[in-house]
């Protein structure tokens, strides 16, 4: 078997003197899409940073496509990981062409020029992303929904082994949040391994091979989502009461979380 694209081995991270993660380990292959789920707090976002190498573990190591992430210089874990943060904030006015085109510069030499593919790479970010009729729109114009997409185009326009995406449908309406899950989905089967933060549940269920269930820093399950989405583990990470059934349109769990009230008759 060959290794995984992505390798986590008793990861922990202690910022502040507070530790945010605890001897967690997890991996993702090639064509596999893993979903990171938790509550607010779980350390989904600072596990994505500590594998791109943004924050440094206090012991244990994060391996992408063969290389150790802290042995490698910002360039050239570019060329091996690229991020969809949660945050939407583009500085200055460039425009969306040239905030997308920044996705290939850890490919392009210092004093060198974008080649062919470079240019392919892009165009063929903005189209899949829709973004071509905003292709020469200042991105600081856009909307914060335009602007995650402009992320996500830079972001498959970088075109590295490993994908991270950090709540990327949480500034989306619905129907551009199912198309950008569509389209990592559709990334991820055409030879890419990507691990993504997901707040929906029906969400992670829908599109993810496997999941990881992050509180308090640590995994309290990993799996399939119909193995992982039960109303005990639910119970155990969200501290709430659900209904776990099977969507007969898209034959995953589903989701339904209760209120502790009764409802009156």
Same mark, same amino acid.
């Given at each position: 078997m060959s290794n995984p694209v992505l390798a986590v081995d008793d990861l922990s991270v202690d910022l502040g003197g507070t530790e945010i993660l605890s001897d967690v380990s997890m991996t993702a292959e090639t064509g596999e899409l893993v979903g990171l789920i938790g509550p607010n707090g779980a350390g989904k976002t600072t596990l994505l940073r500590a594998i791109r190498g943004s924050v440094q573990p206090t012991r244990g190591t994060v391996t992408v496509d063969g290389q150790r992430v802290d042995g490698l210089s910002a360039r050239e874990i570019g060329r091996l990981v690229a991020t969809v943060p949660q945050e939407t904030r583009l500085s200055f006015s460039f425009s969306v062409e040239q905030a %997308?085109?920044? *996705? +290939?510069? &850890?490919?392009?030499? +210092?004093? *060198? #020029?974008?080649s062919e593919t470079d240019r392919k790479l892009v165009a063929d970010a903005i189209a899949e992303t829709e973004l071509s009729t905003f292709r020469e729109r200042p991105v600081t114009d856009l909307s914060g929904g335009e602007r995650q997409r402009v992320l996500l185009a830079r972001a498959l326009a970088q075109d590295t082994p490993l994908l991270l995406l950090d709540e990327p449908t949480a500034n989306l309406d619905i129907n551009h949040a199912i198309k950008t899950l569509d389209l990592v989905r559709s990334t991820v089967d055409d030879? #890419?391994?990507? %691990?993504a933060a997901i707040h929906d549940l029906n969400h992670a269920a829908r599109y993810c091979d496997r999941l990881v269930v992050l509180a308090d820093g640590a995994i309290v399950a990993a799996g399939s &989502?119909?193995? %992982? /989405? #039960? $109303? $005990? #583990? /639910?119970?155990?990470?969200f501290d709430a009461r659900t209904v776990v059934s099977e969507d007969t349109t898209t034959e995953s769990p589903r989701v339904t979380a209760l209120s502790d009230n009764p409802v009156d008759d």
């Open positions: %997308v085109a920044m *996705g +290939r510069n &850890p490919h392009i030499s +210092r004093f *060198g #020029t974008a030879g #890419t391994a990507a %691990v &989502p119909t193995s %992982v /989405l #039960t $109303e $005990e #583990t /639910l119970k155990q990470a």
